[in-house]
């Protein structure tokens, strides 16, 4: 049998009760490594498990799955994935080729990004009361998109049109931000070299700079973008963590804030309902400005 358990987002006892039995009886457990981290390293997840862990960088999820699911034929196997199973393509994959081989696979789901971002005030569904009649008004995250680490010979700009349209639409918008973990210099790769970079989060402030190039970027190019330095957006550092921060304010005032460590996400909002403006206020970098701002996009 293979397990495919998500961990949560914050520590060790973020795992559910029906995934720490799972773990318990498995006689491997793999602990992904490279689409997310936890706050805590590798040695206190197994101390709280009680179990070994074996740790699966992206090379050996994607060049040895196949060793995986031998063993998975044979006994049970658990598979480790920061937050939601189902959060990265490779773990369809990994279920993908299980199903083929006839191993069976059981899925034990648990809190991601994904959802957890409700944390900082901005909704999937309001309800408000308008009398005599109660209305139902749906204020939607749209598509997510993912911002990656630019370098000086590749600076990609399609996501910023998925985050235009979402707006477009009156629909917030998450960005995941970039991890480089385990990643090879160029000249390493052609070298062959088995020498690793070390390791990269993408923070808001960083995420945020590159968002107001592509402005002034759309600028020049004689557009006048959706979005702009005034745009209210949402800051948020280690999601589920004791420590977890939230930050809101303009997109420039992103691009100066300071969160501290990984991982760090960020919501360009869209339109905006009167209770979702009250909780960001609670997190505003800048209270006086905030009213201003963030009036040009509310219902």
Not at 244 to 265: N, R, Y
Request: hydrophobic letters at 40%.
């Amino acid at each position: 049998m293979l397990y495919l358990v998500g961990l949560g987002l914050g520590d060790a006892k973020d795992i559910t009760v029906k995934g720490l039995e799972a773990v318990r009886r498995c006689r491997r457990v793999y602990l992904e490594a490279y689409t997310s981290v936890l706050t805590v390293g590798k040695e206190a997840l197994e101390e709280f498990y009680g179990k070994e862990l074996i740790l699966a960088d992206r090379e050996t999820v994607e060049q040895e799955a196949d060793n995986i699911l031998k063993e998975a034929d044979v006994c049970d196997v658990a598979f480790l994935v920061v937050g939601d199973p189902f959060g990265a393509t490779t773990h369809s994959d990994l279920v993908l080729r299980a199903v083929k081989l006839g191993i069976p696979y059981k899925v034990i789901h648990n809190a991601s990004i994904m959802n957890a971002v409700g944390c900082c005030g901005l909704q999937h569904a309001i309800c408000q009361q308008k009398s005599p009649l109660m209305r139902a008004r749906l204020y939607n995250f749209g598509e997510t998109v993912s911002i990656v680490f630019w370098t000086d010979t590749w600076k990609p700009e399609s996501f910023f049109d998925k985050i235009e349209k979402n707006r477009q639409n009156g629909m917030h918008t998450l960005c995941l931000l970039d991890i480089k973990a385990k990643e090879q210099s160029l000249e390493n790769l052609m070298k062959g070299r088995k020498i690793y970079e070390p390791p990269r989060y993408m923070s808001v402030k960083q995420a945020a700079e590159q968002l107001l190039v592509i402005i002034q970027n759309r600028r020049l190019q004689g557009a006048e973008p959706e979005i702009t330095e005034n745009t209210i957006c949402v800051g948020l550092a280690r999601v589920g963590a004791p420590d977890q921060k939230i930050a809101s304010g303009t997109l420039s005032q992103m691009s100066t804030v300071e969160l501290g460590g990984p991982l760090h996400s960020l919501i360009i909002t869209g339109t905006m309902h009167p209770l979702e403006l009250e909780m960001l206020q609670l997190f505003s970098v800048d209270s006086s400005s905030f009213e201003s701002n963030a009036s040009q996009k509310t219902t």
